[in-house]
């Protein structure tokens, strides 16, 4: 089944420093890869969706340069959390679904999630 | 605005039970309804996928089904066991745009 891969799965770092988390599509392509954002015992926050070739959508509420994403390629998208401070501690995971050339991304095809990123600033 | 709600927030059952659990949303304007298994600390798993076409699911001991007029979906677990005990999410998509999770389910199953 399709598999998304997310790097890495636990990040313990000081405030003030800025961290690169990435979201991998394995074995297929992904024009539109979501970034979420959850919280102890609550459900998932989208926060951005992330365009392949184009500017993120960003969540209202969610700041763009605080949190700044790049879709670099139909396989990769990446979130850096810049000056991250202890607020900033979370639960982050991404999602993709399939995009076929020609056809488009398929919104009838189940989302893939990664495994997520649990990001602790001290 | 699109919500979902889930019932219960929590569950705790014997081994071997047969369970359901509920997912209602608000605009029945949904493209497909997704469950999900989460594990403490662990990403998503996609249990079903159910189009908006379609009235149910199955794949294994799981059954979901979906009434789209009345804005409302089961996820059925049957013969429950421990390795069942997580939270369980659904998810609604619309055609173009995001999709609306619900807060969840946790559940346990007691051996």
């Known amino acids: 089944g399709a598999v998304v891969s997310q790097h890495p799965s636990w990040v313990i770092c000081k405030s003030g420093t800025s961290v690169k988390i990435e979201c991998r599509s394995l074995?297929?392509?992904?024009?539109?890869m979501f970034w979420y954002r959850q919280f102890p015992k609550q459900s998932l926050m989208l926060m951005a969706t992330?365009?392949?070739?184009?500017?993120?959508?960003?969540e209202q509420g969610v700041e763009k340069d605080k949190f700044l994403i790049n879709h670099a390629s139909l396989t990769l998208s990446t979130l850096t959390v810049t000056s991250a401070h202890p607020e900033d501690s979370s639960f982050y995971i991404c999602?993709?679904?399939?995009?076929?050339?020609?056809?488009?991304?398929?919104?009838?095809?189940?989302?893939?999630f990664g495994d997520g990123t649990r990001l602790s600033i001290l | 605005k699109q919500e979902v709600t889930q019932i219960p927030a929590a569950l705790s059952v014997p081994e071997g039970e047969n369970l359901v659990l509920n997912c209602s949303f608000t605009d029945s304007a949904i493209y497909n309804l997704q469950w999900f298994r989460q594990d403490p600390g662990k990403g998503l798993t996609s249990l079903l996928l159910?189009?908006?076409?379609?009235r149910e699911q199955t794949s294994g001991r799981l059954n979901a089904s979906l009434d789209k007029s009345s804005g409302r979906s089961t996820l059925y677990i049957a013969a429950s066991q421990p390795g069942d005990s997580a939270t369980y999410l659904c998810a609604v998509r619309p055609r173009a745009g995001k999709s609306t999770f619900g807060d969840g389910t946790t559940l346990t199953v007691k051996p």
């Open positions: 074995d297929f392509q992904a024009t539109t």
């Open positions: 992330s365009n392949e070739g184009s500017k993120a959508t960003y």
């Open positions: 159910i189009q908006s076409s379609q």
């Open positions: 999602s993709a679904s399939p995009y076929i050339q020609g056809v488009g991304a398929l919104s009838n095809q189940p989302q893939h």
